[in-house]
Nanobody
């Protein structure tokens, strides 16, 4: 079973920055890695992905969030800048292998508040 673990959430003021990190077991270099978030009462939404052909960002975070990957360290990070209260959510990392199987982490809470 692939283990996915997120870290780095916390409380940050509006306009501030936060960096989330995710690690996954197994053949990390083969995975497409993605970050999602789910705010209270809302559906889980895709934010960004990084895979074999590059990066993808949803419009809601393009220009503010940056996804990066370090295969040697087996990590994928999400740098979040210019944070807004509406960015408050539980942030999830997902690994998808070549066969299409998906593995989720337990989530990390981000609270953007003054």
């Amino acid at each position: 079973q692939v283990q996915v673990v997120e870290s780095g959430g916390g409380l940050v003021q509006p306009g501030g920055s936060l960096r989330l990190s995710c690690t996954a077991s197994g053949p990390f270099w083969t995975y497409v890695m993605s970050w999602y978030r789910q705010a209270l009462g809302k559906k889980r939404e895709l934010l960004a992905s990084i895979g074999h052909v590059g990066e993808h960002y949803e419009n809601s975070v393009r220009g503010r969030f940056t996804i990066s990957r370090d295969t040697a360290k087996r990590t994928v990070d999400l740098q979040m800048d210019s944070l807004k209260p509406e960015d408050s959510a539980v942030y999830y990392c997902k690994a998808r292998n070549d066969g299409g199987a998906e593995y989720w982490g337990q989530g990390t809470l981000v609270n953007v508040s003054a």
